[in-house]
Structures are given as structure tokens and as C-alpha cells.
């Protein structure tokens, strides 16, 4: 990894908060944390989404801006609160999430500003966690309809979607990110046989929904990236790591992913996307937290010592 700048924008929609850990709050929200990971990458990246008039939403302004998170698409509610999320982490380290409703992001605004900066971005990032108010899904709506590449971070918090409402982003979609569990839920709400393979529903999937590009996370399994464009099916291992947390590792995956697949100086092979994006996620599945600090040396020394551990097995 080097530390580049590359002449990408990009732009995340959706939820902002404060995860309650056992140890402490830590910023998250998942296109948060893309955003995060995605401006840490070279690629400037604006977050649009809404905050509470209130302690905890300045001090996410703040820390955001410390991050280098562009904020002239952040919004500023009178009304609802800053989200915040009781995070519990069980002794197998799943986590299990309570998101408080209503809050300041399901009442994100529509004005021309944010229609023009989503009109003029690369790529436009977005999560079905959004959908779950009218206001912020008809402002999402409106927005999908105007965006280059539309890239769709599935997201399922019970009871916070809908079949409906996830099915009509499936649509939309140019790239589709979901994780196994997920795959298995949208294959059921199409009536697929629950004895069809992995690659069959995701066929299924990609065939109902026009999806040009499909990426399934399986966790310490790896990942699967699904391409109408190259007509292939590429599988990448997940690194070998000590486990603190999984918060946002899926989030990072899906930047670095993005980071490699919308280079435009140079080609870049699956198997460098996905290597890339393994090797950020494992970093951060061994950290705290979903927006842990890191530069090119760090992750090139995690890197090193991952391969140094490899070499045990």
C-alpha cells in the first residue's frame, strides 16, 4: 500500500452515530465508515447525512473533521436527536446491535446541493439501514436516480427494513456488497430453493435485479466477487487474525474494494481488489473499533507480519 491521492470522488448517504462498546463510544454508522476508510485511501469522499442539535452531534462534527471527513454535506436536525447504538459483543465476538429510532438521519434533506454533488461524484455509496424512515428514503430516492455508479451496502437490522424497500436498491444498483446471512435472506424473499448453491442464488440475484456486480462477504471465509461485466465468479481467503471486534469490518472491505475497482490510471486484476480489501477488513477485525488509525507503513507492516503467522499453518 502507498499513500496516494487518487482523482476519485465519492460520496456516502446514510447513518452517522455513536457505538456504545463495553469500552467506550466510538464513531460509526457503515457509510460512515466507508467514508472514513475511503478518504484514508486517496479518494475524497463527502458524507451526506444528518446529525442532532446537541452534545453528541458536535462532537461527531468534530472528531469527523479531525478524521479529515469532508463535512459540507452534513446536516444539522433541531428536532431529533444525534443516533447513537448499545452495542453488545458476546464471547464468540458476534455483535448484536440496538439502533434507537427516530433520529436525526431519518429526516435527511433534499435540496440541489446534495443533488448536484451525488450528480457530479465517481461513485455514490448507500445502505438499506437509511431506507427505514419516508423522508430519508424518498431524499435516497431521488438521489439513487442521479448517481454515476451506485454501489449498495445491504444491511439488515432488524426491524429496520423491509422486503420491499431492499428489493426496489437491488434495482437500482450497479454493485451489490452483502454478507452470507444476507444472500441467504434476499434468495428466500425470491422463493429460491434453500438447497441451490451459493452461486446459484447469487446468479438468481444478479439475473432478477440486473446487478452487473455482486461481492459476498463470508467472513473468516473470505469473500466471493460475481462480475456480469468479466463473466466470472473470483474467490479471495480471509487473512488469519487475532479477532478483537468485527465493527465495520465489512466497511472497510467494501472502500478498499471500491478504492481499487474505480482506479483510472491503471487496470486493476479481481485478485488485487479483493486481495486489497481482505487485507484492510482483517486489519481491521484485529483492532478496535470500526475507524481504527492507520497509514501505508501500517498496513504494509501488518501485511509482513500476517505472512510471517502464515507460514505456522
Known sequence: MKNERLNINGICFGEVLWDNLPTGRKLGGA??????????????????????DDADGEDIIALCA???????????DSTYPTSTVEVHIDE????????????????????????????????????????????????????????????????????????????ELLYYADLVKMNEEELGFVATWLGLPDTDTDAKKAEAIMTTFSINELIVTYGAKGAIYHSWLGKFSYHFPALRVEVKDTIGSGDSFLAAFLTQ????????????????????????TQSTGACPSYDAPTINRFVWLNSLDNTKY
Not at 42 to 49: A, Q, V
Not at 66 to 76: N, V
Not at 268 to 282: G, H, N, Q
Open 261 to 284: 475497482r474505480c482506479r483510472q490510471d491503471k487496470q486493476v486484476t479481481p485478485e488485487e481488489m479483493l486481495e486489497f480489501a481482505t487485507t484492510l477488513s482483517a486489519f481491521v
Open 92 to 167: 464468540n465476538r458476534d455483535v448484536r446491535y440496538e439502533i434507537v429510532f427516530p433520529v436525526a438521519w431519518d429526516y435527511i434533506a433534499l435540496g440541489e446541493k446534495e443533488i448536484e454533488a451525488v450528480r457530479q461524484a465517481d461513485f455514490f455509496v448507500f445502505g438499506s439501514l437509511s431506507t427505514r424512515n419516508d423522508i430519508s428514503y424518498q431524499t435516497l430516492q431521488t438521489l439513487i436516480k442521479v448517481a454515476n455508479y451506485k454501489v449498495l451496502d445491504v444491511n439488515l437490522r432488524a426491524p429496520h427494513y423491509t422486503r420491499e424497500r431492499i428489493f
Open 31 to 52: 457509510p460512515l465508515n466507508v467514508a472514513y476508510h475511503l478518504n484514508k485511501l486517496g479518494i475524497h469522499t463527502h458524507m451526506l447525512t444528518r446529525v442532532g
Open 66 to 76: 479531525e478524521l479529515a471527513i469532508p463535512l459540507t454535506l452534513f446536516q444539522k
